[in-house]
């Protein structure tokens, strides 16, 4: 009689999983990221300027405006996903 050969996990599924990324931040004189910036344009779908105007995100150097703006975009662009933080 052949016998068959069992793999028994030593833990469940989910602990073998690496644990969650943080969300990307996006403007980081602000400390906002991609996750607000979504929850926001679900609540209400919003412009640039309307996030500008509920997080002031955008509103110290500038140079997070096109990350919020693609934040905004469904789905976001690759680009967003491969860019680095705010230099
Ligand atoms: S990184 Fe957003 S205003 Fe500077």
Redesign the pocket.
């Known amino acids: 009689m052949k016998m068959k050969s069992i793999i028994i996990p030593t833990s469940p599924p989910h602990a073998r999983m690496p644990p969650p990324r943080p969300p990307m931040i996006?403007?980081?004189?602000?400390n906002?990221n991609a996750a607000q910036i979504a929850e926001l344009a679900e609540r209400h779908p919003c412009t640039l300027e309307e996030v500008i105007d509920c997080t002031g995100?955008?509103?110290?150097?500038?140079?997070?405006?096109w990350r919020i703006q693609a934040a905004l975009q469904e789905p976001p662009p690759a680009e967003f996903y491969e860019a680095t933080a705010?230099a």
């Not at 996006?26 to 602000?30: E, Q, R, T, W």
């Not at 995100?57 to 997070?64: E, I, P, V």
């Open positions: 996006v403007c980081i004189c602000h906002i995100a955008g509103t110290c150097c500038g140079k997070c405006q705010c």
